[in-house]
């Protein structure tokens, strides 16, 4: 009796483990959603101005649907486009990104590079993730400065350790951004100091969200934080959340709108449109693309 139940114990859980695998792999990674979010960073009185923040697309040049959707979010007219990295995950991923982006082309943009638009991805073990001094290893190289030309060609802003001020919303916005700390590409001696009394919005823009840079930002005053990278945990616990941010970012702060602690800027992370192409599953974790409307504080 005792083997049998352990039996029918180990088949239901077998069962499960299947079930959960399929759904996480074939179903939840597909369901795109639209996050909206209001930020109170503008001064009294304005007029609300709306960011389209895309991040971490990882995209394989068979990715139709993910291509069509993004592409789709063209109608929502976004006074600004603010893409935070890791686009590609295929030496042939460029095409497929410019079928996503190409119509948001022509609004105003602003973009930085994460690790996976340097170099492909490589097998890696997903438990290593919970390791905090894993070896990062690179794959093969990725076509990041045919993307780079057609983002500029457009009149996007690179922010890869850089400063810029643009029009968007009929505003004077001040834009920040470092390379990839992941990689430790980031240099922020580079664009240092404190933001203009003249700009009427100023964000800042990093791939992934590592606090001595968002700590940077925050002491010049940008009102904004932009980042990605942590796929907001990517296989989350319902009731717990994220079990890791591949980062130094705290868990907790894994995805979405938070207050930067230790000052007045406002911190989103996009959880991100993709996966790492060896572990293509997502669970309580949906892929995202996110509005946030600024509004008066």
């Given at each position: 009796?005792?083997?049998?139940?352990?039996?029918?114990?180990?088949?239901?859980?077998?069962?499960?483990?299947?079930?959960?695998?399929?759904?996480?792999?074939?179903?939840?990674?597909?369901?795109?959603?639209?996050?909206?979010?209001?930020?109170?960073?503008?001064?009294?009185?304005?007029?609300?101005?709306?960011?389209?923040?895309?991040?971490?697309?990882?995209?394989?040049?068979?990715q139709e649907r993910k291509q069509?959707?993004?592409?789709?979010?063209?109608?929502?007219?976004?006074?600004?486009?603010?893409?935070?990295?890791?686009?590609?995950?295929?030496?042939?991923?460029?095409?497929?990104?410019?079928?996503?982006?190409?119509?948001?082309?022509?609004?105003?943009?602003?973009?930085?590079?994460?690790?996976?638009?340097?170099?492909?991805?490589?097998?890696?073990?997903?438990?290593?993730?919970?390791?905090?001094?894993?070896?990062?290893?690179?794959?093969v190289a990725l076509p990041y400065?045919?993307?780079?030309?057609?983002?500029?060609?457009?009149?996007?802003?690179?922010?890869?350790?850089?400063?810029?001020?643009?029009?968007?919303?009929?505003?004077?916005?001040?834009?920040?951004?470092?390379?990839?700390?992941?990689?430790?590409?980031?240099?922020?001696?580079?664009?240092?100091?404190?933001?203009?009394?003249?700009?009427?919005?100023s964000i800042g823009l990093t791939?992934?969200?590592?606090?001595?840079?968002?700590?940077?930002?925050?002491?010049?005053?940008?009102?904004?934080?932009?980042?990605?990278?942590?796929?907001?945990?990517?296989?989350?616990?319902?009731?717990?959340?994220?079990?890791?941010?591949?980062?130094?970012?705290?868990?907790?702060?894994?995805?979405?709108?938070?207050?930067?602690?230790?000052?007045?800027?406002?911190?989103?992370?996009?959880?991100?449109?993709?996966?790492?192409?060896?572990?293509?599953?997502?669970?309580?974790?949906?892929?995202?693309?996110?509005?946030?409307?600024?509004?008066?504080?």
């Amino acid at each position: 009796m005792r083997k049998r139940t352990l039996f029918r114990l180990a088949t239901a859980t077998a069962a499960l483990g299947a079930a959960t695998l399929a759904y996480a792999s074939l179903v939840e990674r597909n369901m795109f959603t639209l996050r909206r979010y209001d930020v109170p960073v503008l001064p009294a009185d304005a007029e609300p101005l709306r960011i389209l923040h895309l991040s971490d697309l990882h995209m394989t040049p068979d990715q139709e649907r993910k291509q069509r959707w993004v592409a789709s979010l063209a109608a929502l007219d976004p006074d600004l486009v603010v893409v935070t990295g890791d686009n590609m995950a295929h030496p042939d991923a460029v095409p497929g990104v410019l079928r996503a982006l190409q119509p948001l082309l022509d609004h105003p943009g602003a973009f930085v590079f994460g690790s996976n638009d340097y170099t492909g991805p490589v097998w890696k073990n997903p438990f290593s993730y919970f390791l905090p001094d894993r070896e990062y290893a690179e794959g093969v190289a990725l076509p990041y400065e045919e993307l780079r030309s057609v983002f500029t060609g457009a009149g996007w802003a690179d922010l890869n350790n850089s400063r810029t001020t643009i029009k968007a919303g009929g505003r004077l916005v001040e834009l920040v951004g470092v390379d990839d700390p992941h990689i430790e590409r980031d240099d922020y001696s580079l664009v240092a100091g404190a933001v203009a009394e003249t700009a009427d919005l100023s964000i800042g823009l990093t791939h992934s969200p590592e606090p001595r840079v968002l700590d940077e930002m925050a002491a010049d005053g940008f009102d904004l934080l932009l980042a990605g990278h942590t796929h907001g945990g990517q296989v989350c616990v319902p009731g717990v959340g994220a079990l890791v941010t591949n980062c130094e970012l705290p868990r907790a702060m894994a995805k979405g709108l938070h207050r930067w602690p230790g000052s007045d800027s406002w911190l989103h992370v996009s959880a991100g449109l993709g996966t790492h192409p060896t572990a293509p599953v997502r669970f309580a974790c949906r892929p995202e693309a996110s509005i946030l409307t600024l509004i008066p504080r």
